[in-house]
């Protein structure tokens, strides 16, 4: 069977990598007594699959991992038995039971993620300028980034990327609009879609879009939070990967 859970990551792990994140919770499963389901082969190991990766610095009140288990759990015992493990900065919030033959990847499953970003400007703006600056740039016929390129293979490549490449976001949001501007702080609401398993940081919309008005933020106040991941039901609404 395979238990597909719902965690947070916030506090001081923000800053904890994705692949230390891994690592970290292939120990708390040993330590939980996890019974865990392994690959074949010469170098087996446990077969655990998580949703996109967070960057570095980014928290989030809604992340998934799945994990493959060689006998049946009870989700409450799960549940608990990785609460008493893993740090306090990742609570493990539900968990359900999935067949992996008939499941799709949580990758596979993504089609939308909700982000809350905040930060202060430099020079405050009324609300309804913010509004329209907003409008404005959802009006466009496209939004041009330059996206990183996928790394290289091959001898010597090691840490080298192909060449940046124009992408139109525009596509891919879903819904971009200012939820608060008071005490000079700004908070948007930035909900980008996944299709085809590609996806868009939401920091380089945000830098698009102040890029364009000329707009400039305190770089130490950027909070960058993703909310939910959402998954597209028989009927195509959003719904949450634990349902």
Known sequence: MMIRAKYTKTGHLVYLSHLDLVRLFERAFRRA???????????????IAFAAPLSVGISSTSEYVE????????????????????????RILAAVQKDEKTTLSLMQE??????????RLENPVP??????????????DQVIILKKGKPLKGKNRYGKTSKQKPVDVLPLIKSFQLVNNETDLTEIQLSIQVINQETVKPILILEKWLGENNLTIRKETLLIERREIYRLDPQQKYVSMIS
């Open 33 to 47: 007594s996890i019974p865990l389901a392994f690959t074949q082969g010469f170098n087996p190991h446990p077969i």
């Open 67 to 90: 994990v493959v288990l060689s006998e049946a759990m009870d989700p409450t015992v799960f549940i608990a038995r990785m609460n008493d493990t893993l740090p306090n900065d990742i």
């Open 110 to 119: 993504a089609a939308l993620m909700d982000y809350r970003l905040s930060f």
């Open 127 to 140: 609300d309804q300028k913010l509004e329209e600056l907003i409008n404005r740039f959802l009006s466009q």
